[in-house]
């Protein structure tokens, strides 16, 4: 029956789909929930783009920088830390007389850093990808039953921890446990969709299928 209550966490919308509540209802926020988030990812530009936004994120929404993200893309050359790593002060400037983007000073240095440091891993690495999926963590850090209870007192894991504690070795900045995690779980290390959304199993099929780096 569709007017029988939902566990904590899982809404119903009006096209009878039950997901995640965090959407809102917002029509792209739940296009990002719906086709994006969880979805296991292997390229270094979207990775890199995707932790330099979450850096971004701190302090805000993420509806905010999600909505702001063509704007990002355009200031940052496409995320691709090759071209970014060669920014200036000239490129600085820039970005902060973006009205387009979050114009933070230090958030906007710490992504020419970053893409430094990104360049730096992927030739220790050979991709950013390699880097991050060998840190997938193990059945035995993941909740038996993905409900609300438990995936909401996941802000950041011991996995999450201990991948911010070697980015920060390697140099990088704005890259603290909590930010890390939120990147797991978007970036598809991780599948948080709760039990009973109806992404949960295609996250799932998708990362079952998903050939790692």
């Known amino acids: 029956m569709t ?3 939902l566990p904590e966490g899982l809404v119903r919308g009006e096209d009878g789909k039950v997901r995640c509540w965090w959407h809102g209802g917002k029509p792209d926020y739940m296009a990002y929930h719906d086709t994006e988030w969880g979805m296991p990812v292997g390229d270094d530009r979207r990775l890199f783009e995707k932790i330099c936004l979450e ?3 701190s302090g805000l929404s993420w509806l905010t920088i999600l909505r702001k993200r063509d704007n990002f893309r355009a200031g940052f050359a496409g995320f691709d830390f090759d071209t ?3 920014f200036g002060d000239a490129d600085i400037e820039r970005l902060l007389a973006d009205a387009g983007i979050v114009r933070h000073r230090g958030k906007i240095v710490s992504t020419i850093n970053n893409a430094k440091r990104a360049r730096e891993m992927r030739d220790e690495f050979g991709s950013l990808a390699a880097f991050f999926w060998a840190r997938e963590p193990g059945a035995d850090e993941r909740p038996a039953i993905a409900d609300y209870a438990a995936l909401t007192a996941m802000a950041k894991t011991p996995t999450s921890t201990t991948i911010s504690k070697e980015l920060k070795k390697r140099g990088w900045s704005f890259v603290g446990p909590t930010t890390v995690y939120a990147f797991m779980q978007a970036m ?26």
């Open 84 to 86: 970014v790593a060669g």
């Open 55 to 57: 850096g971004f994120q």
């Open 3 to 5: 007017d029988d209550p």
């Open 188 to 213: 598809g290390l991780v599948n948080d969709h709760l039990e009973g959304c109806h992404c949960r199993p295609a996250v799932e099929a998708a990362r079952a299928a998903f050939v790692r780096p």
